[in-house]
């Protein structure tokens, strides 16, 4: 009888122990990053607007000559509507119309390749962050980060975008 209870609690123990390490072998240490908070709090992302503002800056005053130049119009034939001969008036609808014709591909030409720009200094900046990411998770040993837009709920001690937000800064 003693052998047995012996035997039982033997084995009791060794299940026991048995689960303890399987749980401990699924327990896994999670963090979280907030990519809007990130973005928002990079000092390369003003850098970025203001690179991007100076890129363009030419086209930009360009295009606003361009409506300069049929506002300025649009004026005159309201002022001198009355007085202007018939070919006149012909003539600066045809200045105007072509005007809007240069006006809206210019613009448009403009807006493109401000998106593709700013969608290529975006990538680069994702680059970044996602080596920041990948270094803190080695360095402390996160064995998963997940964006705080897919999850339902998860406590700010495991926000770990200020830290990422620290290291992507002195990246240069």
Do not use: W
């Not at 003003?46 to 409506?67: D, M, T």
């Amino acid at each position: 009888m003693n052998k047995l209870i012996t035997a039982v609690s033997l084995t009791a123990m060794m299940v026991g122990a048995t689960l303890s390490t399987s749980a401990m072998a699924f327990e896994q240490k999670f963090g979280v990053i907030d990519m809007p908070t990130i973005f928002k709090n990079l000092p390369q992302r003003e850098k970025i607007g203001q690179q991007l503002q100076k890129e363009f800056k030419e086209r930009v005053e360009k295009i606003k000559a361009i409506e300069k130049k049929a506002s300025t119009l649009i004026e005159k034939q309201k002022r001198d509507g009355a007085l202007m001969s018939e070919q006149q008036i012909l003539d600066a609808k045809r200045q105007l119309d072509s005007l809007k014709s240069e006006y809206s591909l210019a613009s448009k030409a403009l807006e493109e390749d401000m998106r593709t720009r700013q969608g290529e200094e975006r990538n680069k900046l994702l680059l970044k962050i996602q080596k920041a990411v990948i270094a803190i998770a080695k360095k402390e040993k996160y064995d998963i980060i997940l964006q705080s837009n897919s999850i339902a709920y998860i406590n700010k001690k495991h926000d770990i975008s200020a830290k990422v937000i620290k290291s992507v800064s002195k990246a240069k």
